[in-house]
């Protein structure tokens, strides 16, 4: 016997019934019943602050060639180790090991960004002070 689709004014329990199964194949559906945001670096959250714990350089995809800077970081909310990319040419000067610093992600919704393999977020401040007054010197970083 073929199987069709329900039809007639009686039908609407095996209808709602068949919706609730196929529904867990929708991304959208399963992002918001299981939570998956909740399991990302920053829990759902737009910037998170971390420390610095090191300098890296990481090289660029084919066919470019080239070390794009970045740092580690491991955020205070949960103490997962994050790499974030140092935006600007010589902005990496400016941050030290152990400096706090704020990150945002880089603008693909939790991908990675160019030719940059792994890395899905973006340094912001330093310190409290903004990376992008650093580098035109319109602030200076403080001491403490």
Excluded: W
């Excluded at 829990?43 to 420390?51: D, E, I, R, Y």
């Excluded at 800077?69 to 040419?89: E, G, M, S, Y």
């Excluded at 400016?94 to 990675?112: R, W």
């Excluded at 160019?114 to 001491?143: E, H, N, Q, T, W």
Aim: glycine share 10%; proline share 4%.
């Amino acid at each position: 016997m073929i199987e069709r689709k329900t039809r007639g004014i009686n039908s609407g329990n095996r209808i709602l019934k068949a919706r609730k199964i196929h529904r867990r194949a929708e991304i959208g559906h399963r992002k918001r019943i299981f939570h998956f945001i909740y399991n990302q670096p920053f829990a759902g959250a737009p910037h998170a602050k971390g420390v610095a714990l090191e300098k890296i350089g990481i090289e660029a995809k084919q066919p470019n060639s080239a070390i794009r800077k970045c740092i580690r970081v491991q955020l205070f909310k949960n103490c997962k180790k994050i790499t974030a990319f140092v935006p600007r040419d010589g902005c990496l000067n400016y941050i030290d090991t152990n400096d706090q610093v704020l990150v945002s992600g880089f603008g693909k919704k939790g991908k990675s960004k160019g030719d940059i393999p792994g890395v899905r977020f973006k340094v912001i401040k330093v310190s409290g002070v903004a990376l992008m007054s650093i580098f035109r010197k319109k602030k200076i970083k403080p001491r403490r």
